[in-house]
């Protein structure tokens, strides 16, 4: 089956720089990838998707992009804000496979005044 | 758009004890919908996932079990609780690819 990797599995930034969070996946039949955001308590929530077709694809302060040769993903952020600060997950499906999603394990990002 | 509904929020059980979460969806028809498990600072754990009615899919052994009585209604439940069932129990239901999370459960076992 499908195996997610997310790193790091922890992330300071001091507000305004950027983050960069990089997850790796084993199945080259992975066609739809995610990013949840979770605060403290809270469901995780969905905050950008990216398609096998697509490349890269923003979002105002969010981008992601995708290496399909090398199976690969990244969440981009940038000039970072308090509010940022938050698990982050990414995870990838099959779309075939009735949309199961496999996840990461978590970045903990944490924006410093 | 999909609006995915749990309860209760918030539940306190002895260790033995059964349980019953459920978890409703609306403004989608025939959704798959799941149930993840989450421990205090860990990662999401997909335990059951449902294409339609009746149809339930296991994927970790465990003392918990699914049910899909209706197209828009799946439930978690347990006969005997054991401690390391706490967690964050959340709901998730898909529209077209994406997957959306309900409010969750957090159960504590004592």
């Known amino acids: 089956g499908e195996n997610v990797e997310q790193h790091p599995s922890t992330l300071s930034v001091q507000e305004g720089d950027s983050a960069v969070i990089k997850c790796t996946y084993s199945?080259?039949?992975?066609?739809?990838f995610p990013w949840y955001k979770q605060e403290l308590g809270k469901r995780p929530q969905l905050i950008i998707d990216i398609r096998s077709n697509v490349g890269e694809k923003k979002d105002q302060r969010i981008a992601v992009t995708l290496n399909k040769t090398a199976k690969h993903f990244s969440l981009h952020i940038t000039e970072t804000q308090p509010e940022d600060s938050a698990v982050y997950f990414c995870a990838a499906s099959i779309k075939a496979a009735g949309n199961k999603l496999t996840f990461g394990g978590g970045t903990r990002v944490l924006v410093k005044p | 758009s999909q609006t995915i509904h749990q309860w209760p929020a918030t539940l306190v059980q002895p260790v033995g004890s059964p349980l019953s979460l459920e978890c409703t969806v609306e403004?989608?028809?025939?959704?798959?919908l799941y149930w993840y498990r989450q421990a205090a600072g860990r990662g999401l754990q997909l335990l059951f996932y449902s294409v339609g009615i009746g149809q339930i899919s296991s994927e970790v052994p465990q003392n918990l079990s699914a049910s899909r009585p209706q197209d828009r209604q799946f439930i978690l439940s347990s006969k005997k609780l054991l401690l390391s069932d706490s967690g964050f129990y959340l709901c998730?239901?898909?529209?077209?690819?994406?997957?959306?999370f309900g409010p969750g459960t957090r159960l504590t076992v004592l």
């Open positions: 199945d080259s039949a992975s066609n739809y």
């Open positions: 403004g989608t028809s025939n959704p798959n």
């Open positions: 998730c239901g898909d529209s077209t690819d994406t997957q959306y």
